[in-house]
């Protein structure tokens, strides 16, 4: 079992950055892939960026390339978000989930583990 626990969100104004963190509590974190997934009111949950197990691969939506950059530090079991030019749309509560497997994946159903969100708010 895994547990993952997010934290750095809250709200910051249009333009401005926050970094998001993931701890992941738990002997089998070794070899999994990381995501984050975020979900705005009314919306469906959606993928905003994922790494592989070393961290070589990395897949971003279109959205945030240039913006956001995800990175792990496996010595510390934990994964990050750093979020730049934050716009208003980027608002949502934001998700660290794991998937039982190296290679970074795409899809909400591929991963296993999730945690509990965190809030990101951007105002105009």
């Known amino acids: 079992q895994v547990q993952l626990v997010e934290s750095g969100g809250g709200l910051v104004q249009a333009g401005g950055s926050l970094r998001l963190s993931c701890a992941a509590s738990a002997r089998t974190y070794s070899g999994y892939a990381m995501g984050w997934f975020r979900q705005a009111p009314g919306k469906e949950r959606d993928i905003v960026a994922a790494i592989n197990w070393s961290g070589g691969r990395i897949y971003y939506l279109d959205s945030v390339k240039g913006r956001f950059i995800i990175s792990r530090d496996n010595a510390k079991n934990t994964v990050y978000l750093q979020m730049n030019s934050l716009k208003p749309e980027d608002t949502a509560v934001y998700y660290c989930?794991?998937?039982?497997?190296?290679?970074?994946?795409?899809?909400?159903?591929?991963?296993?583990?999730w945690g509990q969100g965190t809030q990101v708010t951007v105002s105009s």
């Open positions: 989930a794991a998937r039982r497997f190296p290679d970074a994946a795409r899809m909400e159903y591929e991963y296993a583990y």
